[in-house]
């Protein structure tokens, strides 16, 4: 049967502002592939990031690039071959995994080996800001059991202190996105283990982490930026102890499965990760999430409006997609 390819952006207001340490943002722009076989349609979604030299435009253009291909009927292991890890593949792949599901019956998550789903408590996240800002909105959200606390370098010791005030009880996720230095990472380790941090992500800049590698961790350290996919897991050995597995990264959920079994073979400790997207991109997330010590998909917490059908979150537990939202 002939596929049909559509390819939408669509836009998503954020609640607020999202800030990290490389700027800030009020909308989700995101992609979304539909591929319609007769009566079924399986949709995919992805936030083009351009930390990695993505665009909408670069994004829609890979897409179309592979067309033909995906509507001649060219399916998830072939998609591995036509497009490279990234956004692009991510959003064909997830909705090759959800056209599969529509068509068959099949739920996507059977069809990867599990036999049932179960609900995920995810981290929520708090924008970098000042002291008193990020104290007031750790206040806000204290009743959260996880909090990730994004970071900016300078000035974090007093950001961990201010958030810890605001939020006593709840465990916390440090990610500095690559802000900090080799001359401030082990000060700001020393930091995050006065405020009982229970993880940090991607203190240093992606290829210069070395030091990692020769310095004692009081804290386990994950990589993100420097973790993509299974061909990049090997570098990871000895500097961190667990990595972020993003769909955007990876290039869809057929190579974030086997980056996360590949991990946990070597070691490696999973958190589920995400762009800020829509429900329709945490859905297939929720798979790599039944495998995480780590949770972090609360996109849709952060948008002022999330597209329907979407994921119920009931505080931070996450229930798993329902059939009419994905898989």
């Known amino acids: 049967m002939r596929i049909e390819l559509e390819a939408a952006v669509e836009a998503f207001p954020i609640a607020g502002r999202f800030v990290i340490s490389r700027g800030a943002k009020t909308e989700a722009t995101v ?29 829609t253009a890979q897409i179309e690039r592979v067309r033909g291909q995906i509507e001649s009927g060219a399916g998830r292991v072939a998609l591995q071959r036509l497009l490279a890890p990234g956004a692009a593949r991510n959003a064909l792949d997830c909705a090759l995994w959800d056209l599969e599901a529509k068509m068959t019956g099949r739920r996507a998550h059977q069809t990867a080996g599990f036999a049932r789903l179960v609900p995920l408590t995810t981290a929520y996240t708090l924008s970098v800001g000042s002291p008193d800002d990020m104290r007031a909105a750790a206040m806000k959200a204290a009743d959260r059991p996880l909090l990730k606390v994004k970071l900016a370098g ?9 958030v810890r005030a605001g939020a006593p009880h709840a465990r ?74 993003k769909l955007d990264k990876t290039g869809g959920l057929t190579e974030a499965l086997a980056m996360a079994q590949a991990a946990q073979k070597m070691g490696f400790e999973i958190m589920a990760g995400c762009m800020v997207g829509t429900s329709l991109a945490m859905a297939p997330a929720v798979l790599i999430g039944q495998m995480a010590a780590f949770v972090d998909l609360d996109g849709p917490l952060l948008l002022a409006r999330d597209r329907e059908p979407g994921l119920v979150y009931e505080g931070s537990t996450l229930t798993p997609p329902p059939p009419a939202l994905w898989g």
């Not at 592939?33 to 007769?38: D, I, S, T, V």
């Not at 995919?44 to 435009?57: I, K, L």
């Open 172 to 245: 916390l996720i440090v990610d500095a996105n690559e802000a900090w230095t080799e001359e401030t990472l082990v000060s700001q380790l020393q930091a995050c283990a006065r405020h009982g941090v229970a993880l940090v992500e991607q203190p240093l800049p992606a290829g210069q982490d070395d030091m990692l590698a020769r310095i004692a961790r009081p804290i386990p350290i994950c990589a993100d930026e420097s973790a993509h996919d299974v061909a990049s897991l090997d570098a990871l050995r000895g500097r961190y102890d667990a990595v972020n597995v």
């Open 154 to 162: 300078e000035g974090d010791d007093a950001r961990l202190a201010a």
């Open 31 to 59: 992609v979304v592939a539909r591929l319609r076989a007769g009566d079924a349609v399986g949709c995919g979604e992805c936030v083009p990031y351009s930390r990695y030299g993505e665009s909408v435009e670069s994004v």
